[in-house]
């Protein structure tokens, strides 16, 4: 494949920058007491972002009634090497105050199936959503423990105020509207971040985005272990069309010995985890994986359908240099080795706005393609 640079993410966990101010109403102060913890140095990015680290014991984890007396886990036990940490996240006010509901503050809106069904297991008819759109490379089966990808990275047209575009890996598990999902890769969300900036992100939900997960540690849940990683951070470079291309490899595993899913980035920089206790369904496997792109809009199959874009904006059919890819799509179960998946296939919700294909060359192993443009007549009208 052409001239690929591999990125290095580099984050100090961020919810960028915390200061109440004067303004914000008892509910927002309220809310930042919950998120905001005392940071012990703050640190402001190249790129302007204010990053508050705080005592690793302290973080927003913890606060979890699930977690009241966990044990916090350094490490995966899958790696040699345990990594000191001693940071975790707040949230900005202004984010706040830019949220519709303080409730929902940092969560995907709920789910609403098109094609409901209580069967199990799940499927990705079952799972299309009215609000979103997704093209993606889905393998189906039981006990997978783990996944991971090279994702290509870009910067993508978001169209509306609300809106927002993934590239990045779901493990689920569940049974018709009550799936759980951990998510990771990443994401242009402007109404979150308050920027139109490409920016690491990880999800979780343990009731099909109803009420219970978040993104990144907005809310207790996911806890941070490591000191170079910041989610939500920007990163760069990103690619451009027919020119140089950048991504960074993510994976979700799960510590057989720990019980909790592991984020990790660049192959061998353990970011933090979930806990198994968050999950019932998750608690041990998953028997779905994803790898690709969503789009969330209230423009979503109607007219006009929105221009938020997936991926490069460009489809799948571009191939490398203007579509975006995912390479090294592995999944783990309980062999305990990293494999390409038995039996897989694509997925798009939306084929005129945007597609999905596996370009597979005889002898290579074959590399995904997702995205497209969102409205572009006559075809995504």
């Not at 914000?24 to 302007?48: F, H, R």
């Not at 969560?107 to 409901?116: D, E, G, H």
């Amino acid at each position: 494949m052409g001239n690929t640079s591999i990125i290095t993410v580099f984050l100090l966990v961020a919810i960028l920058g915390l200061g109440v101010e004067a303004r914000a109403s008892m509910e927002i102060n309220a809310k930042l007491k919950l998120l905001n913890k005392p940071a012990v140095k703050t640190i402001q990015s190249e790129d302007g972002d204010v990053i508050d680290c705080v005592d690793i014991y302290k973080q927003p984890a913890f606060d979890h009634p699930a977690l009241k007396n966990h044990t916090l886990q350094m490490a995966p036990s899958f790696f040699a090497a345990s990594q000191n940490s001693s940071n975790d996240e707040s949230s900005n006010s202004d984010d706040l105050l830019r949220a519709a509901s303080l409730d929902q503050f940092g969560r995907k809106p709920p789910a609403r199936f098109r094609n409901l069904s209580n069967t199990y297991p799940i499927t990705p008819a079952m799972l299309a959503l009215e609000d979103r759109s997704a093209a993606y490379l889905v393998t189906m089966g039981y006990n997978y423990i783990g996944a991971q990808a090279d994702i290509n990275v870009w910067n993508p047209n978001v169209d509306l105020p609300d809106d927002y575009t993934t590239a990045q890996i779901w493990l689920k598990n569940g049974n018709g509207n009550t799936f759980e999902s951990v998510e990771a890769g990443w994401v242009v969300n402007p109404k979150l971040y308050g920027d139109r900036a490409t920016r690491l992100f990880l999800y979780w939900t343990t009731d099909s985005y109803k009420s219970k997960g978040c993104f990144d540690v907005i809310c207790p849940g996911f806890v941070q272990t490591s000191t170079q990683i910041a989610l939500g951070a920007a990163i760069s470079p990103v690619s451009s069309p027919s020119g140089q291309q950048y991504h960074f490899n993510v994976g979700i595993f799960w510590d057989p010995d720990g019980g909790n899913w592991w984020l990790i980035v660049n192959k061998n920089v353990p970011v933090g985890y979930w806990p198994g206790k968050l999950f019932g369904y998750l608690s041990h496997s998953a028997i779905l994986v994803e790898w690709g792109g969503q789009v969330y809009s209230t423009q979503i199959r109607k007219t006009p359908h929105t221009q938020t874009a997936m991926g490069s904006g460009d489809f799948a059919s571009g191939l490398y240099g203007n579509a975006c890819y995912m390479q090294n799509v592995r999944i783990m179960d309980y062999s305990l080795s990293l494999k390409y998946p038995e039996y897989v296939s694509t997925w798009a919700d939306e084929a005129y706005c945007y597609s999905a294909q596996n370009y597979v060359k005889y002898g290579v192993e074959p590399v995904f393609y997702f995205g497209g443009p969102g409205r572009k007549p006559p075809y995504c009208p």
